[in-house]
């Protein structure tokens, strides 16, 4: 059986949802190993404090 392990973008744009959704002020994406920043997040004009 083949393992359903999110990628690491796919965790980042869940958590890039999430903040849309609840409007919160902090996104935290460290961790990730992301190569490039999910354009999704310009569109969190709100936010005050994110780590990459």
């Given at each position: 059986m083949m393992s359903m392990t999110p990628n690491p973008l796919e965790i980042?744009?869940?958590?890039?949802?999430?903040?849309?959704?609840?409007?919160?002020?902090?996104?935290?994406?460290?961790?990730?190993?992301?190569?490039?920043?999910?354009t999704q997040l310009s569109k969190l004009t709100w936010l005050t404090k994110g780590n990459l």
């Open positions: 980042a744009l869940e958590r890039i949802e999430e903040c849309r959704r609840t409007h919160s002020t902090e996104l935290d994406l460290s961790g990730l190993g992301l190569k490039e920043i999910p």
